[in-house]
């Protein structure tokens, strides 16, 4: 089977956040007010270093299992941290997320309930890293993903590839999908992006990162229409650069593929 190959540097040109269903452990890092970083460090080397009175004081707060008792562990741990002078790996943090961290680790052990509304929404999300390294990437499954969105909008552009009818309800994505594309989805091997593999795409050098918040702004906004809650999240900022390889194989001859891709096809798509 015939495979084409394109090797491909990316660029971010706006801040790039790919989840990875991670987050920050808040037993797992401080932040340091003097850089306004994120320090993030080994919990088993932090362990090592507790004194048996500090480790008898962790396990007591750990096994409360309350709102209250997180809040505690997290400035048992901040403290302790500090004073060990413990290193890790450093994250540059916003301003407003320095003086939220020392809000939330100031609120009152006897008000539950913005207890649990300060810690439901203290948490950092990752994006997408390489455990070993620690180096953030971009995921194949994530730039195929824009690819066959690249390629909808292209064919859907040309008046011949319109849908001929018109859908409605949860599916319609999915049978819209199959209008353009020409695949029967309960026959994958019809799909023409089974046949488009594409790698991770890897830093070129070291990655430049933030961790920002990121909130949903309306475009049209009005007094009736509340702000949508924010996320913190890791972002990657732009000027990162990142390099990887997309393959696509030629459908065999006894192919049930009505159009398969071509290579021109996907670069003229993202362009």
């Not at 943090?93 to 680790?105: P, Q």
């Not at 006897?110 to 929404?121: A, G, Y």
């Not at 309960?186 to 918040?213: A, C, M, Q």
């Amino acid at each position: 089977m015939k495979t084409e190959y394109m090797f491909l540097k990316l660029k971010a040109l706006t801040p790039v956040h790919i989840g990875c269903d991670e987050i920050y452990e808040p037993t797992s890092f401080f932040i340091d007010k003097s850089s306004n970083e994120l320090i993030n460090f080994d919990l088993s080397e932090f362990i090592d270093l507790l004194e048996k009175n500090d480790l008898n004081k962790l396990i007591s707060i750990c096994r409360e299992g309350t709102p209250a008792s997180l809040i505690k562990l997290w400035r048992f741990i901040r403290q302790q941290a500090q004073s060990f002078q413990i290193d890790g790996q450093r994250v540059p943090v916003c301003t407003g997320l320095v003086n939220h961290y020392d809000r939330t680790l100031g609120i009152s052990l006897n008000d539950s309930r913005k207890l649990k509304n300060e810690i439901n929404q203290f948490q950092i999300l990752r994006s997408a890293f390489d455990p070993i390294t620690g180096l953030l990437y971009l995921p194949g499954s994530a730039i195929k993903g824009s690819i066959r969105t690249a390629i909808l909008n292209k064919r859907l552009k040309s008046k011949k590839e319109l849908p001929n009818k018109k859908f409605v309800g949860d599916k319609a994505s999915r049978k819209i999908q199959q209008e353009i594309l020409k695949y029967d989805f309960k026959n994958l091997e019809s799909d023409p992006f089974r046949l488009l593999k594409v790698s991770d795409f890897i830093p070129t050098g070291l990655v430049s990162r933030k961790i920002v918040y990121a909130v949903n702004q309306k475009k049209q906004p009005s007094k009736f229409n509340k702000r949508a809650p924010y996320q913190i999240m890791e972002i990657i900022e732009p000027g990162t650069e990142f390099v990887g390889i997309i393959s696509l194989q030629k459908p065999q001859k006894s192919s049930l593929m009505k159009r398969s891709l071509t290579k021109v096809e996907v670069l003229n798509a993202l362009k």
